[in-house]
């Protein structure tokens, strides 16, 4: 099992940036597909993007080319750069690990983007 946690989330005006972090608790973060979802108000939780353990990386159309996903499986982090910030960006983030056909979750951070 794998402890994950979420840091980095804040307020942030429309146009600026944010990066987040995901910090895993065991150091086999290499062995895992990680992840990041987020949870809009009133709306279902969503995938934003993934780095695979074996280096691919995919994002949601929506978030194509304004959001980077990278990993450190030294240091057991994963980071998702958010930049040009929408208010339609505004949701609670979660990182999520996956492996076979378990998955963990943390616990989210909030993002809100307004002026």
């Not at 993007?49 to 994963?78: E, P």
């Not at 960006?89 to 983007?113: E, H, L, M, S």
Request: hydrophobic letters at 35%.
């Amino acid at each position: 099992q794998v402890r994950l946690e979420e840091s980095g989330g804040g307020l942030v005006q429309p146009g600026g940036s944010l990066r987040l972090s995901c910090a895993a608790s065991r150091s086999a973060m290499s062995l895992y597909s990680m992840a990041w979802y987020r949870q809009g108000p009133g709306m279902q939780r969503e995938w934003v993007a993934t780095a695979a353990s074996g280096g691919a990386k995919a994002y949601a159309d929506s978030v194509k080319g304004r959001f980077a996903i990278y990993r450190d499986n030294v240091k057991d982090t994963m980071w998702l750069e958010m930049t040009s910030l929408k208010s339609e960006d505004t949701a609670v983030y979660y990182c999520k690990a996956t492996r076979g056909r378990n998955d963990y979750w943390g616990q989210g951070t909030q993002v809100t983007v307004s002026s």
